[in-house]
């Protein structure tokens, strides 16, 4: 009877670390994916894209190149969507907008400006 109970306290040990071990592997994996350059890029484009969804004509925002999410090397638009590129890390796809304005990026000195027209 007491080998039984420690066989099965035993097995219920090893169960907890194997599982505590997955989900360690899991949290560091993830973690990693959270805090990438391409993921905060992304975070950027659709900050950006929404601003613009909202704006009305004549309305204009800077993006600061010191960022939280990087240092922005560059913003532009082409096919209705808006590019950014985020410490050194060139844009693919973009985010897609919606406006029904023109909208243009300039470059400044300490910023990029976006209006739209």
Do not use: W
């Not at 204009?60 to 638009?77: A, E, L, P, W």
């Not at 096919?79 to 060139?90: A, E, H, S």
């Amino acid at each position: 009877m007491m080998c039984k109970r420690a066989a099965v306290v035993n097995e219920f040990v090893i169960h907890t670390i194997l599982i505590a071990l997955i989900l360690a592997v899991f949290l560091f994996a993830t973690a990693e994916r959270v805090n990438g350059r391409d993921v905060r890029q992304q975070v950027l484009e659709k900050q950006l894209a929404l601003l613009i969804d909202s704006a009305e004509t004549g309305m204009s925002f800077g993006v600061s190149k010191t960022n939280i999410n990087g240092i922005i090397d560059d913003v532009y638009v082409r096919d209705n969507r808006i590019f950014v590129k985020v410490d050194g890390l060139r844009s693919i796809g973009g985010y897609p907008y919606f406006s029904k304005y023109s909208v243009e990026v300039e470059e400044t000195k300490g910023k990029f400006v976006v209006k739209v027209k």
